[in-house]
Structures are given as structure tokens and as C-alpha cells.
């Protein structure tokens, strides 16, 4: 019912845009987040925005280069997340995730997730 797009390899500096497309129910509403896990740590919070999209809310490692947004002009309800000076700390799989009633930077707190999309930076 998620499903997440747009990764790939890129250079040290470089910018990708993710995109998480709700399928399957009224996602339009939903908290809406971002996680990502790097090989060998745990996953992390990443972005995320509430379901009016007046709220939003990025860990402290990617404020001034990430950007989250959602476009509920189409049936899609898709969530993007544009990613803007790329380090290669920000190698990971990046998993977004839904929720009904909640948003915020804890795992916990979302009932649905998408699968990974492998995102590689390279110095």
C-alpha cells in the first residue's frame, strides 16, 4: 500500500527525490514519515509531516538539506523527499511509513510501511 521510489547512487553533493505512492486506502489524511537504516545501525527517523502538511519535521542530521512535502493534487497521495547535499552518511535504505491518527519521529508510532529504496552516495 506504500510504496517508495527513487533511490539510487549518486556523488557527494548531489540530490535525489524520493517518492512514497499510497495506494489501497485514504492515505491523503495520514502522518506521513521517513525512515532510513544504514548496514550494521539501526534505522532512524528522518522526516515527517502531518496529515494537513502545516506540520513538519526533520532530524537534526539532514535540517537545511532535506525537504519533505506531499501532493494531494492527484490520487496518488504521494510523499516526497527531496534530498539536497547528499553525504555519504546518508547511505541507507529509506523506508516511509504511515499513520492514521499520529506523526513524529518515533518508529512506533506508524501502522504502515512501505519497502526500502536503496539510496548510495559516494565521496
Known amino acids: 500500500q506504500l510504496q517508495a521510489s527513487g533511490g539510487g547512487s549518486v556523488q557527494a553533493g548531489g540530490s535525489l527525490r524520493l517518492s512514497c505512492a499510497a495506494s489501497?486506502?485514504?492515505?491523503?489524511?495520514?502522518?506521513m514519515g521517513w525512515f532510513r537504516q544504514a548496514p550494521g545501525k539501526d534505522r532512524e527517523f528522518v522526516a515527517a509531516?502531518?496529515?494537513?502538511?502545516?506540520?513538519?519535521?526533520?532530524a537534526d542530521s539532514v535540517k537545511g538539506r532535506f525537504t519533505i512535502s506531499r501532493d494531494r493534487g492527484n490520487s496518488k497521495n504521494t510523499v516526497y523527499l527531496q534530498m539536497n547535499s547528499l553525504k555519504s552518511g546518508d547511505t541507507a535504505a529509506y523506508y516511509c511509513?504511515?499513520?492514521?491518527?499520529?506523526?513524529?519521529?518515533?518508529?512506533?508510532?506508524?501502522?504502515?510501511w512501505g519497502q526500502g529504496t536503496l539510496v548510495t552516495v559516494s565521496s
Open positions: 509531516i502531518s496529515g494537513s502538511g502545516r506540520n513538519t519535521y526533520y
Open positions: 511509513a504511515a499513520d492514521p491518527l499520529r506523526v513524529g519521529a518515533q518508529e512506533q508510532l506508524y501502522d504502515y
Open positions: 489501497g486506502r485514504t492515505f491523503s489524511s495520514y502522518g
